[in-house]
């Protein structure tokens, strides 16, 4: 018998401790979420080979479970690839199905579309704390929507389930992939570089400036450029003022600007122009954003705007704009925290001696769960010190007959 | 570019409409098999090819969505067969993964274990109406009950969640596979070929007494043999009259007595003893149960008692009892009949024309998200009449500015 006990590489199973505080969070997002009229979609685990490597993934294609043909589609012997075995894979992000569930369905939906969908995605990396090879992700998309009430309205929705979980020291960053490429040409760095620039500069808080300064030179760019470059960003003044340094579309600053105070005005929340923002996707169009927590170094969540992609994708024009949460680091921070889901009902465990009294103690049982509470029978057993201790510790009352 | 559109075969795209009702099934579920003290656990979707293939699965064990062996361990080159290729499948059902994760983490569990799990199952079988090759299932199980206490509080779970659905006309049939199997004995069928007869028995709906003695004599068994064993089941009596023409240890037959007892004073419902209950799985050891509905000619789920085989697998005896329903079932069963999701939010659509109006509406929006409601802020698009359409539709009250 060849039977393994543990899960998979870099997989989990969750007990029902832990499944607790994954189910409310996921909750809270979902009543959050739907408040502001986004609608819950799915899609198949598996999906297509052919999408997933069309390139919109990055170094995620590197990363697929690859599904085996079946039946008769299979055949090894002729096999001299991958790539003739296999005709589907693990999705690794939510971004490939929910592009091809728009294609699909689009004559079905509201539009703009304001889509939720989390669930599992899979890639098949090296396992490491708090990396794991099947994790949660759980995103928000409106399709359609090309003036920033995109942005708006999807800031709003994270920062209320933010606050829905108590968590309320958190700032938004918010930049514009836009400024990144105004600042790299009016420098007079080489915008077609704009990705491998942004990639450096993206290093800033690590590397500071000298490095920053020190890559760039080293990829042989004019020192005088750099230093023009660089210069701009030594600047801390708001946004607006900042914009003046250099020459930009205003609509493109305005509108930003918009977001901001809106945002602000609205939940009264501290959001920050930080043209430092990268979010390292070269896929974005527009405004960016990303929010951090107090006790994480690294951000939270984060989205954009990215007209082109799903047009692209589907040959047909679709401005788009997303935000993904980090599911399984908001766990990880609550969980770190000691949080304590609110509101849990009462649970209570009637332990029964005598089988006499067994019908009388599953009456009350069923009366309390009318009564919205959560109750289970047991019979005492013969080591009732350590069933009561661990009644107990999970919570349970405990009424004996 | 090689875009596919449409989900891979056999699997499904779920649009808002759809999953508003899988949503509301699941969350009646969850709150009432949690109130029976029921507890979540998750485990991965991916399982090592071992567990998937240690033949506790049947045929299910054919329709494995195999995974490729990823980096250096896939050689292409010295693999001969399927095997050589992949390390690990997709689960084609909860058990394995739920008897994996009994023996990974028995030791943080309460005992008896009140398992409750959900979620997404994968069998490469043909694609045809009402089967699919993702589906959910939802699995309730008690391990380490011994008495019939376990059957009790699963079938109230379930009838109490079905109530909760609407759905009140159903009947739950029982019997015992140890009635099964001295019946066979007792008429002086080889009791060695149980499962056999069982399979021929299995189809006395279809087929009726002829039909089943016909396959019998086919097989070899006497005449005689055959006419005394079918002639049991002509007796149309309660449990224990239908049981006194077999032999059989009594605490067997009183033990099934009080299960269909204690529930239906508990619960008000129709519990029926059915001697012809088969329900195919060799591996029920005790009562066997499930749950037809009027207008569906199957069940909408069933289960039974399994002690040998967590304990078999795990090297370790551990008595469980378990309950499977049907969600794709009585999803399509739901809006087959029309159903309605009761006490929905409201859904009220903000749609602006001038945009000096949005900060107004977002802040309305926002009010109304305070007040349990659903609000969503829309632009007015140029077709109006079309955009008004499809937001009435989709159930929203909208409100110009």
Not at 64 to 75: A, P, Q, S, T, Y
Request: include cysteine.
């Amino acid at each position: 018998m060849s039977f393994i006990k543990i899960p998979t590489k870099g997989m989990r199973d969750f007990t029902p401790r832990e499944m607790e505080i994954r189910e409310y969070v996921l909750s809270i997002m979902k009543e959050t979420y739907m408040s502001f009229g986004f609608e819950i979609i799915q899609t198949p685990i598996v999906e297509h080979i052919e999408n997933l490597t069309s390139n919109q993934g990055g170094e995620n294609e590197k990363l697929i479970f690859k599904v085996l043909k079946r039946g008769e589609k299979l055949d090894l012997e002729k096999a001299t690839n991958e790539n003739d075995l296999v005709d589907s894979g693990l999705r690794y992000d939510l971004t490939v199905p929910l592009t091809r569930f728009y294609a699909n369905n689009m004559n079905d939906l509201i539009s703009p579309f304001r889509a939720f969908q989390y669930g599992t995605v899979y890639r098949a990396d090296r396992p490491q704390k708090g990396r794991f090879r099947e994790f949660m992700q759980c995103d928000l998309d409106i399709f359609g929507e090309k003036t920033n009430l995109a942005e708006i309205e999807l800031i709003e929705a994270i920062v209320t389930f933010l606050r829905r979980l108590s968590f309320n020291n958190f700032e938004i960053r918010i930049n514009d992939r836009r400024i990144l490429l105004a600042m790299i040409a009016s420098s007079g760095l080489p915008i077609e570089k704009a990705n491998d620039i942004l990639i450096s500069l993206d290093k800033l808080d690590k590397i500071l400036v000298e490095g920053v300064k020190e890559e760039l030179t080293r990829d042989g760019y004019d020192e005088s450029k750099i230093d023009a470059y660089l210069k701009l960003f030594m600047e801390d003044s708001p946004l607006k003022e900042f914009c003046q340094n250099f020459e930009i579309d205003e609509n493109i600053v305005n509108s930003l600007d918009e977001i901001m105070k809106q945002v602000s005005e609205d939940l009264d929340c501290k959001i920050v122009f930080d043209p430092t923002l990268v979010r390292g996707m070269g896929y974005y169009t527009g405004p960016i954003f990303e929010i951090r927590v107090d006790d994480l170094a690294s951000s939270v969540g984060g989205g954009g705007r990215y007209d082109n992609m799903v047009g692209n994708f589907i040959n047909q024009s679709v401005p788009a704009c997303g935000f993904s949460i980090g599911f399984e680091r908001l766990v990880l921070l609550l969980e770190e925290r000691g949080f304590v889901i609110p509101s849990k009902k009462e649970k209570i465990a009637y332990v029964v001696s005598d089988k006499n009294n067994l019908s009388n103690a599953l009456k009350k049982a069923n009366k309390d769960r009318n009564n919205n509470q959560i109750a289970a029978v047991y019979y005492r057993s013969k080591n009732y010190k350590h069933q009561k201790e661990v009644l107990e510790s999970n919570g349970f009352t405990i009424i004996e007959d």
